[in-house]
């Protein structure tokens, strides 16, 4: 009970910032706790149980998804070659948090689950490509799409 009033607020979050739905994202969380209680046994080092639940709650997240049809996108995803120079803009930006937040949730899946694991859940483009079934370029491409469309939504928020 102990791991679970611990761990339970930071999956949820986890989890919400995949799925967008509260109800869902509690189901998973849940679902999440019991595979990893199943599997116990599994975890070879006690001082990596955050990272493992995590690892877990985003994998069950994923599966959500994928059974609900929500990445469909995936069947669709193409590889185009991008060489657009990745420039950094927000060097001199003020932003909210919750201007960033809405920001990402106001992207298109294929976007937002990318960016939510690239940047926030600190996934490699690689490990992103093996969990979503796609080409590692190809996760390239839409993080840095998905990246500028962030960023021109959050040019329009800025704080002066």
């Given at each position: 009970?102990?791991?679970?009033?611990?761990?339970?607020?930071?999956?949820?979050?986890?989890?919400?910032?995949?799925?967008k739905?509260?109800h869902?994202?509690?189901?998973?969380?849940?679902?999440?706790?019991?595979?990893?209680?199943?599997?116990?046994?599994?975890?070879?080092?006690d001082?990596?149980?955050?990272?493992?639940?995590?690892?877990?709650?985003?994998n069950c997240?994923?599966?959500?998804?994928?059974k609900?049809?929500?990445?469909?996108?995936?069947?669709y995803s193409?590889?185009i070659?991008?060489?657009?120079?990745?420039?950094?803009?927000?060097?001199?930006?003020?932003?909210?948090?919750?201007?960033?937040?809405?920001?990402?949730e106001?992207?298109?899946?294929?976007?937002?689950?990318?960016i939510v694991?690239?940047?926030?859940e600190?996934?490699?483009?690689?490990?992103?490509a093996?969990?979503?079934?796609?080409?590692?370029?190809?996760?390239?491409?839409?993080?840095?799409?998905?990246?500028?469309?962030l960023?021109?939504?959050l040019?329009?928020?800025?704080?002066?």
């Open positions: 009970m102990q791991v679970y009033l611990m761990y339970k607020d930071m999956l949820y979050n986890v989890s919400l910032r995949i799925i739905n509260k869902d994202a509690q189901d998973t969380v849940h679902d999440a706790f019991i595979k990893a209680f199943q599997n116990i046994s599994k975890l070879e080092d001082l990596n149980l955050g990272a493992w639940l995590k690892r877990i709650v985003i997240s994923l599966d959500f998804l994928r609900k049809k929500k990445l469909g996108w995936l069947q193409v590889e070659q991008d060489n657009e120079e990745e420039a950094d803009d927000f060097e001199d930006m003020t932003l909210k948090v919750e201007d960033v937040k809405k920001a990402i106001g992207l298109k899946d294929k976007y937002r689950i990318i694991l690239y940047l926030i600190d996934y490699t483009h690689k490990e992103i093996e969990q979503l079934g796609l080409n590692e370029s190809t996760v390239r491409n839409q993080y840095r799409r998905g990246k500028h469309l960023k021109q939504q040019k329009n928020k800025l704080v002066v």
